[in-house]
Nanobody
Framework: EVQLVESGGNLVQAGGSLRLSCTAS????????IAWVRQAPGKEREDISC????????YYSDSIEARFTISTDNYKNIAYLQMNDLKPEDTAIYYC??????????????WGKGTLVTVSS
């Protein structure tokens, strides 16, 4: 059974940085596409970053304005989201999601339970 577990969420001041981690079991990043999806209070889930397997596609939403970087350590089976220059509007629950599809835009089959990021002004 595929399991994704996020960690690294915290309370941080505006302008600060955090690194989120997504540890995967029964899930090889060589064979899966992985994404970070966030849901802010009262808003719909938003795909903010994705990296397809074989690294053929790397996607970032306009809302993160090149402040975040997605990466994977395929040996350790961990995905990361480095978040810099955080803003109060980045406050959300951040989810790790995955799929066997190579596209970043066809939806996600596996989800973690999320980690909370709160950015204070």
């Amino acid at each position: 059974e595929v399991q994704l577990v996020e960690s690294g969420g915290n309370l941080v001041q505006a302008g600060g940085s955090l690194r989120l981690s997504c540890t995967a079991s029964e899930f090889l990043f060589d064979d899966y596409s992985i994404a970070w999806v966030r849901q802010a209070p009262g808003k719909e889930r938003e795909d903010i970053s994705c990296i397809s397997y074989l690294d053929t596609i790397t996607y970032y939403s306009d809302s993160i304005e090149a402040r975040f970087t997605i990466s994977t350590d395929n040996y350790k089976n961990i995905a990361y989201l480095q978040m810099n220059d955080l803003k109060p509007e980045d406050t959300a629950i951040y989810y790790c999601a995955g799929t066997t599809r190579s596209s970043c835009f066809d939806g996600w089959d596996f989800w973690g339970k999320g980690t909370l990021v709160t950015v204070s002004s």
